[in-house]
Structures are given as structure tokens and as C-alpha cells.
């Protein structure tokens, strides 16, 4: 934590590890590369590793430590970022292998910047000890979130291995909850006073060598630390050195709360195109920062999972190398969901037996309304989750929505009711028949529909994810629905 | 477009409109007030325009005057996202009344903000002049997104009316395909000379007033203009001001070409936590840069469509408040595939009516068979293609993951193909049947892990977005599959 400008902090610069970069496309290449080695050494190494134990093979044995060597150097070069991707495009043996050519002091660097689940089958591998050996190179807020990541056990041991003033600062950032702006603030801000001299500011950063990394503005704060505004570097730069801070501050800044959702911080950020904003606590004291890059990390966090929290797959699944069995009794809640609504669908379509048996197309017809049906309320669903999310549904947009989207139904059930009442009476020559399936086709889109609106909405208002759990609601509805309007309906006007 | 700092550009402080923002939460708050009010004034104005026929209520349209001149005051004070906020949440007739609240000087501004589709609403009800008057107010990249939203005859009008330097340079932004990064550059940058000191910058930059907004870094080219290196603001404020630019800037940046991917400076900007980068053409010349407010843009723009691209929505349904009919037509390409896979799935069941007029419990089971087969299968396909996504999916990787997924789905479907053999026995009372579903559940549940795993990287490798139709392939794959499956399995051992 920098305040006042304390001139020996060890910060790094934004662009310090900048000579490592080449164009992304060399990036790419030289990455595939190492996969690919990296997957081959690994197979190798389990092939040595048999034929060590019959010491027959001594030449091929120095070759593969001669590859490890090269590929230690190669990895070496590697932005940490970019070793994150190889870690997590490996197989588990690939994965460990290569995690040992990694050297110690880029370790903890790399572990920033892999996913939770790779992160912690990391860890998990390592002592206590080297785990805190780690943290000396890390920054008390990207500790907190390596720690963070660890399951309560590793965590505890490696907190009680750190130094009291680290863990006393490592436990208050572990203590924002998930999800708030303080658990994505960090802790390099650089404050000032209002009554300082531009020059004077400019010589206080001077002897400091570097300045964190997004550091585009200074936050402005009293004697009691309470933000008083922003002074922009750019500011710095341009305004006469003779005046003083508060004449050039920026006096009404957009700042966070730390218990603010952190949605609320990456909301603001896209729409002010923020780079940096402070993060104050319950009396206005400046506690910490937001950085555009937590941000993005957390939109593409969240972008990344949220196709497979639609399908009810969490975040441990990321890990496309994790246990079979695990991963199998994962799906087990999704999957008891799904087979209970699916019988009870099932058991709609029982009531009908004896129609279906005087009448056996309609069991080939019914599943087309079923899923018709089921398109069409995913499609209103949709829209409403998107708008739900961009905060744009208030009660009077929800019911023109409503409206809309049945009035939308409604036309294309119409039509496309036709359509398939034609292809029945091409197929089947009834004509009631085929009636019956057109009317009961535009019946269950309207269902969809209305279905697909509420259902998000619903789940919205008792606080849960409206994508999560829409679908299945909207599935088992449409399913059952489907199946009752088309069998009821020629249980009435057919049999 | 600045280069070697002409000193009076007239550029936008990156917190220039900082006094505007106050505390996010009262954002909201005014911003659901202002709505709300101005849905309720385009319905008086409505009932007003009525009463007016009939020269009755001169009082009320006083009334309605004044509510107006506050709303106008009111909105004067949002950030111009906000206003964009507002425009997009009302509907159509209060729209048109916000949008000539907006005074127009702002409009611009305001119009960048906005969603593409309500962009071309407003854009389309101005005319051509006016536009171009806008125009003024904008940046030539700005202008250049404004202009490409716009149909091709509205866009030439507005072309043919700019000056001739105006034109050519929009012209050459808009000749960017969509999904470059060409696309998503500005022109706002700084340049200098590698052999200048860094006293003589600072006194160049402090004869602009502003820097233009994500300036965090300035761009050193050599007489060619070709890319030298960069040199971070930080740098310039802590280094020897005696020193030169060569001397204290990064020579090996992270850079782009106009027609990169903009999907891979989204990337690097996530992995490398950059804020600004230069963008060169063929001939290494800077001719532009990328902001993290673009990558910001592109990514949430990105992240919001994914939910209805999944489900065959296009971008122009992102307005809720579309016309119905054009709306329902813009579904018509969907609910036509879904209709024939439906169809095909449907004779699939047609070819077995003589067994189900036989065993009509067929008929009420055969859709639990189908709906599981589709849920496990959009797991495996959500995994993949997130997997795709990252570009983490190697061939090596491929043959993992569809092992991995066929054995996940063969334990799964074992453990719950006896429970639902366990249900149908109880139902049915009969071992052969229950013994049947048993086996089906398990081998349509290999067929979709299978095609969950594999439909996506086909439509990758042809180039396609995996996540557009995957799950109508795995959807009508599974049905299909679930009902020849079961009936075929009825067929050969029940009757």
C-alpha cells in the first residue's frame, strides 16, 4: 500500500516486462510449439521413467534432459500470461512437467494468471513452504487472491506462514466477500494533498523509480485520508508546476464503495471508459483502487462461464482435465432435474394412451409442438435476460415486452401453424387432424412466450441468475405443455 | 489525427466531463426517474396533441411545456452514456420526445453511446444536414462508426455533404472491415522523434492543452514514421528530463496491424493488461491506435449478443421495441430448421407407428430418451466451445477431451439408465421394457457427448461460429437419435 509517496516501494512499472513482447502471431506460433514439445516430453519422460528402472537406456535419457533444458530456456522468454496458457492447454502429466521448468521466482507471477481450478491443482502440488516462498514476490492484493483461490486447509497454512503485518493485510482483503469491489481493488494507489505544488508532486514521483502499473491518475485526499478528487497524470504533465493540486484536480470523480457489487464498478467502467477509480470505505477513506484490467478480468471471467452455467456446468469444469468420475457426479443434480421433468412429461403423454392408441400418429406429431415450442421461449428468454442484465427492464418495459413477444408468437404461430397443419394433411389425409396440430402449435408458442418472459423476470426478482436455471423451466413447461394442448385437444375434437 | 504534437488540436481531456459524475447509485436512481418521467410525458403529449385539435386545454400544455424545459435541464446534467441509458430503455413515441430534449450539441456524443440499432432509429429520423452538422462535434473515427451504422443511401448522403478532407479520411476508416482491428482503431494519438529529449516533450505536450483520453503512453516513430518503441507518461514525468526518448523508452511494444482479428487485440489487451497500442499499416507505419475503451466495447458488445446468437437472434433484435411484424419475420429462418429437423425427427417415429400401436408406452417414454440425450450433449458442446474459444483445443487436446466426454456420459448414462429402468418398472411392470429404455438412455447419451463434442469443432473448422448452430445440430441429432434408438431397440426385442 503506497500513500504519501513512501519513495522506496518496490512497485513494478506498467511496461517494465515490455522487451518480452514480439507480435502476437510469433506468440502464438512459439506457444503451439511448446505445447506440442511439452505433450511430447511428457510422454517421453513416462516412457524413460520405465525404461529407467531397467537401466538400459542412458543416451536417450540425457537427450530428454537436454530438451527440458531448451525448453526451460524457452519458457524463460515467455510472457507469465502466456505460460498460464500452456499450463492450461496440458494434460495433468504435461501440466506438472512443465510447471517444474517454470522457475521459482516467475511462479507466482504465472499463477496469477491461470484459472482457479488450474491454480489450485498447482498449489496443491507444492508445500506450504514454497507456496509462501511464493507470496515474497506478489503484492498483498494478488496474494489475497492466490490465497483466496485455495481450499480453507492450504489456505490456513499458508497464512499462518506469512509474516503477522502481511497476514494481518492479506486477511482484511480475503475479508471483501466475492463479488463486491473489494475483493477486485488493489492496494498500489499513489495519494496526494490538495495543497501540494505540481512541481513538488513531480519530484515526489521522481524519487520513486516506477509507478504502478495503470497509474493514469493520483487520488487527491485530506488529512483524515478522505478523497477530495483525482489529479490525471496527463494533468500533471501539462499544468503550470507552480500551481497547486487542488487547482487542476479533477473535484468530482466516480469512486466505489468496497462493498459495492462489483457489477456496478464494470458497469461504470465501460460506460465512462474509466482506466483506474478509487475504492473508499464506510467514512470516505481512500482504501484502495480499481484498475481497468481487474475489469476486464472480470468480464471475461464472467463471458467465459456464462455459456456453461446455461447448461448447469460450473466453474470447476473448466478444467478440461479434472477427473472423469468427479466431473461425472457434477452433472448428477443437472441431470435428476432434467429426468424428473422429462417424466413428468412422460407421464402427460400417459394420460393420453388410450387416444394415441386409436390414433398412433399423433405420438410421431407430438414431439414437433414440444419443440417448436421450445425454441420459441428460449428465444423470448433470451431477450429478456439480456435486457435484465443491462438493467433496461422496468415494470412498464415488461409488459410491452410481454405484449410483444406474444403478439410475435401469435403471428408466427399463425403461420407456421398452417405449415405444418399442410404437411399433416399431405401425410396423414385428416383433415380435423391437421387442424387440431395447427391450433395446437400456435396455443403452445404462446405458452413459450409467455413462459420465456416470466420465467427470467421470476428468477431475477428472487435474486437468482435469470440464465441459470430459465431453461429448464422453460423446457419442462413447453414439453409438458406441448404434449397436453395436442393430446388434449385431440382427446376432445378427434377420438 | 496528431503527430509530432501540432499544439492546437483540439482534443477531449480524458476527465473533462469528470464534474458531471457524482456517485453511481444516484445515477440510477435519476436515471429511472427521468425515464419513467418521460414515458409518462409522451403519453400526455400524446392525449395533449389530441385535446389540441380542439383548442380546449391551454393550461395542460403549459403544464406539459414546463415538465418538458425541467426534463431538458435534468438531462443537460447526464453523461452522455446515461442519456444513451435512457434512450434505449424508452419506447419509440418517448424516445423521439427524449431525443429532441438532447440539446445538439451533445447529440453526437450521445449517438456514439448507443446501441447500433437505436443509432440508426435516431440517425434515420434527422435529416441529412442536421447529421452532418453533427459531424462537427466528432472525431473522424467517431464519425466514421456514426456514419457506418447507417443504411448505404443514408450513408452517402451524409459523405457527399463533409469537406473533401472530412471524406477522404472517413472514407479510409470505413474501407476497415468490421472485425479488424483497423475497425476499432482511433486517431488520437501522440508521436515523437527518438532523439528528442524528454524537457522538449513535456514542453510540446504543454502547449496542447489536453491530451487525447487513454493517453497513457506516446508513440516514438522515426522519419518514416515507422514504429520506434513507446514511452509511457510515467516515464517521461520520472525520468532525467536532460535524457532522450530513445533512452528511457520501451523499443519492443506490443503492436497490431490494421487488419488483424480485432478478437486478437482483445486478447492481448486481457493478457498484457494494456491500455493504449499502436496500430501499424503494411509498411510498419503507425497509423493509428486501440484503447482499452474499444476492447472494453468490443468485448461486452460481444458478451451480450452471445445469449441470442445461441438462440438465432440477430443483432437488430436487440431492440426491444421494434416493429412486431419485422421482428417475427427476422425469426422465420429458425423456426423453419427447427421445423424440418422436428419433421425429421417426427418420421423417424412415423416408421415405427406399427410398434407403438403394439406397446403404446413407447410413446410416453420415448421423449425422456431424447430430452436427456439433448442436455448432455449441449454440456459437452458448452465445454468445447469455450475450450475453442480460448483457443486452447489442439488436436492432442480434441482426442482427450471426446474420450473424456464419452466416459463421462457412458458412467452417467449406466447409473441413471437403471434408474430410469427402475421407474419405468415400477410404472409398467415389465422387465424387457424397463431393460430397453435402460440401454437406449445409455447409447443416445454416448451419440451426444459424442456429437456435443465434435458438431462444434466441425462448425470451427469451417470457420463458423461454433456456438451460433451447435445446438440445433445436437438437438436434432439427439431426438432423432433418442427415437430410432428406443423404438429401434422395441422393435427388434419387445414385439
Request: hydrophobic share 50%; net charge negative; no cysteine.
Amino acid at each position: 500500500m503506497s500513500q504519501l509517496l513512501p519513495p522506496d516501494d518496490p512497485e513494478t512499472d506498467a511496461d517494465a516486462d515490455g522487451a518480452a513482447r514480439p507480435h502476437h502471431h510469433h506468440l502464438e506460433q512459439a506457444r503451439a510449439q511448446v505445447i506440442q514439445l511439452l505433450s511430447r516430453q511428457s510422454v517421453e519422460k513416462e516412457l524413460l521413467s520405465r525404461s529407467e528402472s531397467r537401466n538400459s537406456d542412458v543416451v536417450a535419457q540425457l537427450v530428454a534432459r537436454q530438451h527440458q533444458a531448451a525448453l526451460e530456456q524457452r519458457l524463460s522468454h515467455f510472457h507469465p500470461a502466456d505460460i498460464a496458457f500452456v499450463l492450461e492447454a496440458l494434460a495433468p502429466e504435461a501440466r506438472d512437467l512443465a510447471w517444474t521448468l517454470v522457475r521459482p521466482a516467475r511462479r507466482g507471477a504465472v499463477l496469477l494468471e491461470t484459472s482457479d481450478t488450474v491454480r489450485r491443482a498447482l498449489v496443491m502440488s507444492m508445500p506450504p513452504e514454497e507456496v509462501v516462498a511464493l507470496a515474497g514476490s506478489l503484492d498483498t492484493d494478488d496474494l489475497a487472491d492466490l490465497v483466496s483461490s485455495l481450499p480453507e486447509e492450504a489456505r490456513q497454512q499458508v497464512l499462518e506462514r506469512l509474516d503477522s503485518a502481511d497476514q494481518a493485510e492479506v486477511r482484511s482483503m480475503l475479508s471483501f466477500p466475492e463479488g463486491t469491489v473489494g475483493s477486485m481493488m488493489d492496494l498500489d494507489f499513489i495519494a496526494v494533498r490538495e495543497d501540494t505544488t505540481l512541481e513538488a508532486v513531480q519530484r515526489l514521483l521522481r524519487r520513486r523509480k516506477l509507478l504502478p502499473a495503470h497509474t493514469n491518475q493520483l487520488f487527491v485526499v485530506d488529512r483524515g485520508n478522505q478523497l477530495r478528487g483525482l489529479l490525471p497524470l496527463a494533468r500533471l504533465l501539462l499544468g503550470d508546476p507552480e500551481g497547486q493540486v487542488a487547482e487542476v484536480m479533477n473535484p468530482r470523480p466516480v469512486y466505489f464503495y468496497t462493498d459495492d457489487p462489483s457489477r456496478e464498478a464494470v458497469a461504470a467502467f465501460e460506460k465512462y471508459d474509466l482506466i483506474s477509480a478509487p475504492v473508499l470505505n464506510l467514512h470516505r477513506q481512500v482504501v484502495g483502487r480499481v484498475t481497468v484490467d481487474a475489469v476486464l478480468d472480470e468480464i471475461s471471467e464472467r463471458a467465459q462461464t456464462e455459456g456453461l452455467r446455461q447448461v448447469g456446468l460450473t466453474e470447476e469444469d473448466e478444467d478440461l482435465f479434472a477427473p472423469v468420475v468427479a466431473s461425472a457426479q457434477r452433472r448428477w443434480p443437472w441431470l435428476a432435474i432434467n429426468l424428473a421433468t422429462a417424466f413428468f412429461a412422460s407421464r402427460v403423454i400417459g394420460a393420453f394412451e388410450p387416444i394415441i392408441e386409436a390414433l398412433v400418429a399423433l405420438a410421431a406429431l407430438m414431439p414437433i409442438v414440444a419443440s417448436i415450442g421450445g425454441n420459441t421461449g428460449n428465444q423470448s428468454a433470451a431477450l429478456v435476460i439480456r435486457g435484465l442484465a443491462l438493467g433496461q427492464l422496468g415494470s412498464d418495459q415488461l409488459r410491452r415486452i410481454l405484449r410483444r413477444e406474444l403478439s410475435i408468437s401469435a403471428l408466427n404461430g399463425a403461420l407456421w401453424g398452417v405449415v405444418l397443419g399442410f404437411a399433416t394433411l399431405l401425410l396423414y389425409h385428416q383433415l380435423p387432424l391437421s387442424v387440431v396440430i395447427a391450433v395446437a402449435l400456435m396455443l403452445n408458442m404462446s405458452v413459450a412466450a409467455l413462459v420465456g418472459v416470466l420465467a427470467p423476470v421470476l428468477l431475477h426478482r428472487l435474486g437468482r441468475d435469470p440464465a441459470m436455471g430459465s431453461s429448464i423451466i422453460l423446457t419442462a413447461t413447453t414439453d409438458s405443455m406441448g404434449f397436453f394442448i395436442f393430446l388434449g385437444l385431440a382427446a376432445v375434437f378427434l377420438v
